[in-house]
């Protein structure tokens, strides 16, 4: 079955350390995007890439990186330069053709928290 | 630039009832509009979508929307709803054309017996 899988389901890090959260399709989808969400206020767009090799920042990127190497991965690195990182991490993804989004397929997430 | 306004954070509601979800947006440009809905500690799931065309839009689950322009609403409606209902709802909206989607902060429903 085509999908998004995200890994770690739940991660710790310690004030001071980067940490690496994976997406990764089998959709053969051209665009993939990462949100971060917290309690009552939605999903805000940290990075966005509509092909391999390219990537944009979203709305709130400082203190995150991205990579997008492979069309099938996009992993967010979140440094320590991001000073509130506790949330709940999405992945997403959508087919992209010419820029046409007709809806995103969601990872299951990873729940970040700093310990 | 988009906005997206879900007007309730919470909507209680009896099984079997009728439920409505309310959303309002924002653009200056023709849009894309969708409803997502999650599961504690789950990703978010497409439930369906307007792109164009008839403005009454079937989803999964029974659910369907209505986009209203002149209203700039898409508002959410189940006829009969279910204790599995319980979850998050989003409302979000693309520009057409674009890659972006600008989501809603949410609106939990609760399902009682």
């Known amino acids: 079955d085509g999908g998004i899988t995200q890994s770690p389901k739940y991660l710790f890090r310690k004030e001071g350390q980067n940490v690496t959260l994976s997406c990764e399709q089998n959709l053969n989808h051209d665009a993939m995007y990462w949100y971060r969400q917290d309690p009552g206020q939605g999903l805000r767009l940290i990075y966005y890439s509509q092909i391999v090799n390219d990537f944009q920042k979203g709305d709130i990127a400082e203190g995150y990186s991205v990579s997008r190497e492979k069309k099938e991965s996009f992993p967010l690195t979140v440094t320590s330069a991001q000073k509130n990182p506790t949330a709940f991490y999405l992945c997403?993804?959508?087919?992209?053709?010419?820029?046409?989004?007709?809806?995103?397929?969601f990872g299951s997430g990873t729940r970040l928290t700093v310990v | 630039a988009q906005s997206v306004t879900q007007l309730d954070s919470q909507v209680p509601v009896f099984e079997e009832a009728p439920v409505e979800l309310r959303c309002n947006y924002s653009s200056s440009v023709s849009v894309y509009l969708f409803w997502y809905v999650q599961y504690p500690n789950q990703g978010l799931q497409l439930l369906l979508k307007y792109l164009s065309g008839s403005t009454l839009v079937k989803g999964i689950n029974g659910f369907e929307a209505e986009f209203n322009k002149s209203q700039t609403s898409f508002h959410l409606r189940k006829p009969s709803v279910h204790i599995s209902d319980t979850a998050e709802y989003f409302c979000a909206v693309s520009e057409t054309g674009g890659f972006k989607t600008i989501f809603g902060a949410g609106t939990r429903l609760f399902v009682k017996a």
């Open positions: 997403a993804s959508s087919i992209g053709n010419m820029g046409q989004n007709y809806g995103y397929t």
